[in-house]
C-alpha cells in the first residue's frame, strides 16, 4: 500500500492546552517587513528624482559630443521634445506657447539663463524650432542641444566579408629552406 502514514506523538509531557495536530502555516510578516523596506528603497520619492531626466527621448548621436556639467544640476532648465511632438519642461508636459512664461517663471526663481533643448533625433525640425524660437523670446542667454555620443566604428579588419586571412611573411630560415628545395627539384 501506497501511501502517506501519519505519526502522532504521545501528549504526555504537553501542556493541556496544545493540541495534538499539525501546524501547516507560514509566517510572512518578516518577507513582507523586507519587501516595504526595498519598496521604500527604490521608489523615486524626493528631490533626487528627476522627472525631466525619465522621459524617454532618443537623441541624436554625434562622434565628438562637449559634456555639459551644468545640465545635470538641480535648477538646470531643460526642455524635452518627443518623436510624436510632445513638449516636457522639468517633467510636465507644455504647449509652445507656455515654454517662454515657464523659463522666465524659473529664471526669476534663480535657475541660470542656459537652456538645454533634449529633442527626439526623430523629432520633426518645425517642432524644434518652434520650441527653439519660443526659448530665445524667454530671454535665455546660452541654448545648447543635449546630444548622445556615437559608438566609436569597428576596426576595419572587423567590417570586411570573411575571406582569406592575409598571411605574414615567411621567417628567413623558411624562406632558405624553401630554396633549398628548390633547387633539388623539391615540389
Given amino acids: 500500500m501506497l501511501g502517506l502514514n501519519m505519526v502522532r506523538v504521545s501528549p504526555r509531557g504537553r501542556p493541556k492546552n496544545r493540541t495534538n495536530h499539525l501546524i501547516c502555516s507560514i509566517d510572512v510578516s518578516a518577507f513582507?517587513?523586507?519587501m516595504i523596506f526595498f519598496l521604500a528603497l527604490f521608489m523615486p520619492v524626493g528631490p533626487w528624482c528627476d522627472l525631466c531626466k525619465s522621459i524617454s527621448v532618443d537623441m541624436p548621436k554625434v562622434a565628438h559630443p562637449v559634456f555639459m556639467r551644468?545640465?545635470?544640476?538641480?535648477?538646470a532648465i531643460i526642455i524635452a521634445i518627443s518623436r510624436d511632438g510632445r513638449i516636457f519642461i522639468g517633467g510636465d508636459t507644455s504647449r509652445v506657447e507656455d515654454v517662454a512664461p515657464r523659463i522666465r517663471k524659473q529664471a526669476a526663481a534663480g535657475a541660470e539663463k542656459n537652456a538645454y533643448i533634449k529633442a527626439d533625433a526623430r523629432a520633426k525640425y518645425a517642432w524644434v524650432k518652434e520650441v527653439l524660437d519660443a526659448v530665445r523670446d524667454s530671454g535665455v542667454e546660452?541654448?545648447?542641444?543635449?546630444?548622445?555620443q556615437r559608438k566609436p566604428p569597428l576596426p576595419a579588419a572587423a567590417t570586411t566579408s570573411p575571406g582569406p586571412t592575409p598571411r605574414a611573411a615567411p621567417s628567413p630560415q623558411i624562406a632558405d629552406r624553401r630554396a633549398r628545395d628548390q633547387r633539388r627539384g623539391a615540389p
Fill in 70 to 75: 551644468a545640465a545635470d544640476r538641480e535648477d
Fill in 142 to 148: 546660452k541654448i545648447a542641444f543635449l546630444v548622445d
Fill in 32 to 34: 513582507v517587513a523586507i
